[in-house]
T-cell receptor, first 113, second 109 residues
């Protein structure tokens, strides 16, 4: 079956702009998690959605938000971009959430200039 | 969040077994031990997870110490494709994975 897809794969934005990233989970998976990966901080959890409800949130400012649609597709939004938001944003889907096996997408590489 | 300790890097030879250690002395009784790996330019990939008993799957084996304060991921016969960063993670029931810095595994041909 098709894996987790993320769009776009690469994105360049200017400081102060906002950005929306999309994630399509594996068919049948209702849990979608988002992670940020940077060379300095490594992989950090942003939030997790299950059946359109946010179940857990990491320690990120309110500029980072997300949502999940009824078809389990998820979007994350970052407003008022800062240079430090440059990172690889990864989406993971699973049947049960982090307690089970999670399948990661290839990520969206965001560069903020 | 409970922490894990892993060596920064390890090196092994192709077709030899690899034992990747992980210490988690603050583990609690309900924490699952998860292993993921990340190949260059890819998202993390699930390897294996367990609670108390040793676990085997097609990719690897997970050996968990009796007191659960440490575990070892075993790759039985390493290939060049196994070169990656390996993350040992304690899952405390929250719907998130807390990644550490992981172990960078190099496989020599």
């Amino acid at each position: 079956k098709a894996g987790v897809t993320q769009t776009p794969r690469y994105l360049i934005k200017t400081r102060g702009q906002q950005v929306t990233l999309s994630c399509s989970p594996i068919s049948g998976h209702r849990s979608v998690s988002w992670y940020q990966q940077t060379p300095g901080q490594g992989l950090q959890f942003l939030f997790e959605y299950f059946s359109e409800t946010q179940r857990n949130k990491g320690n990120f400012p309110g500029r980072f938000s997300g949502r999940q649609f009824s078809n389990s597709r998820s979007e994350m939004n970052v407003s008022t971009l800062e240079l430090g938001d440059s990172a690889l944003y990864l989406c993971a889907s699973s049947l049960l959430g982090a307690l089970g096996e999670q399948y990661f997408g290839p990520g969206t590489r965001l560069t903020v200039t | 969040d409970a922490k894990t300790t892993q060596p920064n890097s390890m090196e092994s030879n192709e077709e030899e077994p690899v034992h990747l250690p992980c210490n988690h002395s603050t583990i609690s009784g309900t924490d699952y031990i998860h292993w993921y790996r990340q190949l260059p330019s890819q998202g993390p990939e699930y390897v294996i997870h367990g609670l108390t008993s040793n676990v085997n799957n097609r990719m690897a084996s997970l050996a968990i110490a009796e007191d659960r304060k440490s575990s070892t991921l075993i790759l039985h016969r390493a290939t060049l494709r196994d070169a990656a960063v390996y993350y040992c993670i304690l899952n405390q029931g929250a719907q998130k994975l807390v990644f550490g810095q992981g172990t960078r595994l190099t496989i020599n041909p």
